[in-house]
């Protein structure tokens, strides 16, 4: 079955730690994202990738980190320097040559103990 | 600036009501409109995907429509059915370039048997 995954599907992080976020697609796009959600709040993005080796920031970016060394994985870091990470964490990928229909996989919700 | 607005925020209908989410949009130079449903606690699926050349995509029950010169897309759940209840997001991405994609912030939907 073509698609995305995450994991894992909970996570928990005591405060000063580092933790990554794994997503993986198998649907050959070239385009991945990382969104944060908030009760109450749309769907805000951390980074995005056009293509493998290379990734931008989105617009609140600050405290967390991204690597994009294959075209199916897009690991986000969640450092300590990241004030209020508790959130659900969306990836999602897109075929941005194409239409860019945009496809999300199951998300990740982190809580800070 | 790009801002996207989803009104209302919440909305409750009997079952077998035809029924219609709006979303505003503040730039009209958008390369496409995606609709999307998001259920508690669970990722985003894509609904329907409007193309900026397009005025309307249907979907089984579900039609969405863009008119980019007023700002607005709207998406049309004919029949509606306790199982359509669930949290419904639209997202605009930009003219060329990056690609990014905005998120109004939903509106959540609960049918009534």
């Known amino acids: 079955d073509g698609g995305i995954t995450q994991s894992p599907k909970y996570l928990f992080r005591k405060e000063g730690q580092n933790v990554t976020l794994s997503c993986e697609q198998n649907?050959?796009?070239?385009?991945m994202y990382w969104y944060r959600q908030d009760p109450g709040q749309g769907l805000r993005l951390i980074y995005y990738?056009?293509?493998?080796?290379?990734?931008q920031k989105g617009d609140i970016a600050e405290g967390y980190s991204v690597s994009r060394e294959k075209k199916e994985s897009f690991p986000l870091t969640v450092t300590s320097a990241q004030k209020n990470p508790t959130a659900f964490y969306l990836c999602?990928?897109?075929?941005?040559?194409?239409?860019?229909?945009?496809?999300f996989g199951p998300g990740t919700r982190l809580t800070v103990l | 600036k790009q801002e996207v607005t989803q009104i209302p925020a919440a909305l409750s209908v009997p079952e077998g009501e035809n029924l219609v989410l709006n979303c505003s949009f503040t730039?009209?130079?958008?390369?496409?409109l995606q609709w999307f449903r998001q259920d508690p606690g669970k990722g985003l699926t894509s609904l329907l995907l409007?193309?900026?050349?397009?005025r309307e995509q249907t979907s089984g029950r579900l039609n969405a429509s863009l008119d980019k010169s007023s700002g607005r897309s709207t998406l049309y759940i004919a029949a509606s059915q306790p199982g359509d209840s669930a949290t419904y997001l639209c997202?605009?991405?930009?003219?060329?370039?990056?690609?990014?994609?905005?998120f109004g912030t939903g509106t959540r939907l609960k049918v009534l048997a």
């Open positions: 999602a990928s897109s075929m941005y040559r194409d239409r860019n229909e945009q496809f």
């Open positions: 649907l050959n796009h070239d385009a």
């Open positions: 990738s056009q293509i493998v080796n290379d990734f």
């Open positions: 730039d009209s130079a958008i390369y496409n």
């Open positions: 409007i193309q900026s050349s397009q």
């Open positions: 997202a605009v991405s930009r003219t060329s370039g990056t690609y990014k994609y905005i």
